[in-house]
């Protein structure tokens, strides 16, 4: 078989493998850390799509820094002051009903797409031309985003410094 | 050199596994010798004379001794611990750990993997090692190694900003995220490395190592595994060849910033002669031994330098760091511009 096609069918294993663990692990931790093996499985899927620089973005963003914050959130609940987290089957009727809408608009939107198969291409370097595009046609995009992270950032801050003075004035 | 090795082999795949196990021939050995050189620079600092016995020539074969007493130890996993994540933990640190080295130009020959986005991608994938410290502190079910772990996180996430910033300086000079392609652009003399580039690169190289210091977790920052306060910090319920796996991921993670340090401000495999001693096979050595000079000065900066305690730790890094990378990546930018 072709190493590529080989390397596609393995990686897709292990996302969909794993994303299975994360939504139906009863303890927490473990789906949280089976989240980890679906970000690199996609991180890999980008790979295989030669677009490199969207790949090592999607580790660093994701496995590096939200889920080293999601287990960081979920490791001070479980276990430290010891109670057990468990995911329990809630609100069944309402989930049944939105889980069916959103799979029927996939599965209408991946039968309604032109899967356009790119054929096998060298490796082309991606990172001058996303720069490219970044700081010329997508610049007010960009800026946006940056403002975004900015107000989120100084929120933060803000709620950390007020409960730091009440704090202080007990 | 993968389509050299193809040449000689049956299958594409053996050529593809070998390739990427070359680096595995450097690492290894090197953590024997780097475990040996720490306990020889920790005596000699402290005026002792360390190992001494084993295997005549001042203890050389130590720890190869130690490591094929650790495969004989019983494999001890805590009752009341997540067995499964226990178990996994250390062989994932040593994965994290061992992926960043695909990118690392070993010689003018010799690079794992060609990625234009080397740099970035080693940023990237060391946090597969945050994430085994975190997931060995939390399944270890035990107060020492969660608070440890939690350290870690909160120390390797902080610190991530100066070292980013820092080798985003040497981006900016050299306008490319390829190691090797920075590699080359430093041949020549001494006087081509860029850390003679600008005066700011060279504040850039300080913020670097500092920062890749509380990165590897070593003294002055190696509080995750403060045994004062922590008996072993996330390895605690750990023995074994267990344990050795992390200590194995530990000197990986130190030889990985040394080189990639050397790569970005050191000329990585040029020789500092010009052409006197370089080519392929010098340029293996050139790379090893700027590593190990770094090496050295990490163990040297251990048996010199206190540990900090965690709020000093986080203000270093948000309070200074933080700010003179930011500003000094101004000023890099700057100096590109002007000159």
């Known amino acids: ?170 | 050199m993968v389509e050299t090795l193809e040449q000689f082999l049956p299958h594409p795949l053996l050529a593809l596994f070998i390739h990427a196990a070359l680096p595995m021939v450097i690492v290894f050995p090197y953590v024997l010798f780097a475990v040996w050189l720490e306990r020889k620079v920790s005596a000699h600092m402290q005026d002792r004379l360390g190992p001494m016995r084993t295997g005549g020539w001042h203890g050389w074969s130590q720890t190869i001794a130690d490591m094929i007493k650790m495969i004989q130890k019983e494999d001890i996993v805590p009752s009341r611990s997540d067995k499964f994540l226990f178990k996994f933990a250390p062989f994932l640190a040593f994965m994290g750990s061992y992926a960043a080295f695909a990118v690392i130009p070993f010689s003018s020959e010799y690079i794992g993997a060609h990625l234009d986005v080397g740099a970035f991608y080693i940023l990237a994938v060391t946090s597969i090692v945050t994430l085994s410290i975190l997931m060995a502190g939390w399944a270890s079910n035990n107060k020492w190694s969660l608070l440890g772990a939690m350290r870690t996180s909160a120390q390797i996430v902080s610190y991530e900003i100066p070292t980013v910033v820092a080798v985003l300086s040497v981006i900016v000079a050299t306008g490319t995220l390829n190691l090797m392609t920075i590699s080359e652009m430093q041949s020549g003399t001494i006087f081509n490395w860029l850390i003679f580039h600008s005066p700011f690169l060279f504040i850039a190289f300080v913020l670097y190592f500092i920062s890749s210091l509380a990165e590897v977790n070593r003294t002055p920052f190696d509080l995750p595994e403060s045994e004062s306060e922590l008996v072993g910090g996330f390895h605690t319920e750990y023995s074994g060849m267990r344990w050795g796996m992390f200590m194995l991921t530990e000197y990986a993670d130190m030889f990985l910033v040394s080189l990639l340090g050397s790569v970005l401000f050191f000329g990585g495999w040029n020789s500092p002669f010009g052409d006197f001693m370089s080519g392929p096979i010098w340029g293996v050595f050139w790379m090893i031994s700027k590593g190990m000079f770094f090496i050295f000065v990490m163990m040297w900066l251990r048996w010199t330098l206190p540990r900090l305690r965690v709020d000093q730790l986080m203000d270093v890094c948000w309070k200074y760091l933080i700010p003179f990378a930011f500003v000094n990546l101004v000023l890099v930018a700057l100096w590109e511009m002007i000159f």
Request: charged residues 10%; proline residues 2%.
């Open chain 1, 1 to 170: 078989m072709d190493l590529y096609v080989l390397f596609f069918y393995f990686f897709a294993l292990l996302t969909v493998i794993s994303a299975f663990v994360v939504v139906f692990a009863r303890n927490i931790v473990h789906a949280a850390f089976a989240l980890m093996f679906t970000f690199f499985g996609v991180a890999a899927l980008y790979v295989l799509l030669y677009a490199d620089f969207v790949a090592v973005t999607q580790l660093l963003v994701y496995v590096g820094g939200i889920l080293v914050l999601i287990i960081f959130g979920v490791m001070l609940t479980t276990r430290m002051f010891s109670v057990e987290m468990k995911t329990g089957t809630l609100n069944i009727l309402p989930a049944t009903i939105f889980t069916a809408i959103l799979a029927g608009i996939l599965i209408f939107v991946f039968s309604v797409t032109d899967w356009g198969v790119v054929p096998d291409q060298e490796f082309d370097t991606t990172v001058y031309g996303i720069g490219t595009l970044l700081v010329n046609e997508f610049i007010l995009p960009m800026q946006v985003a940056g403002v975004l992270l900015l107000v989120a950032m100084i929120g933060a801050v803000m709620m950390a410094a007020r409960e730091r003075s009440k704090s202080q004035s007990k």
